[in-house]
């Protein structure tokens, strides 16, 4: 099995318990009634500010390991006797 068909197992189960999350929550809002439509909203506001402040701190370390990057690099000179 190679990196790449593990990435992608991987993913394909990420992304799957993503729809399953997000199918349960619309299935909770409409089966319930006004109690599974504020339960609903919740998730949808928890979500999109924990993926708002994840995406904040994501571009912070992409940020830090660009400066770490920059290196320069001297010659020596060597000097003949």
């Given at each position: 099995m190679?990196?790449?068909t593990i990435g992608k197992t991987i993913g394909a189960a990420i992304g799957?318990?993503?729809a399953y999350t997000a199918h349960g929550?619309?299935?909770v809002?409409?089966?319930t009634g006004r109690f599974g439509q504020d339960v609903f909203a919740g998730a949808t506001e928890g979500y999109a500010s924990k993926?708002?402040?994840l995406a904040a701190v994501r571009m912070q370390i992409a940020a830090q390991r660009q400066a770490r990057?920059?290196?320069t690099v001297a010659k020596k000179r060597h000097v003949a006797a």
């Open positions: 190679t990196t790449s799957k318990s993503a929550a619309i299935r809002a409409q089966g993926a708002a402040e990057v920059a290196i």
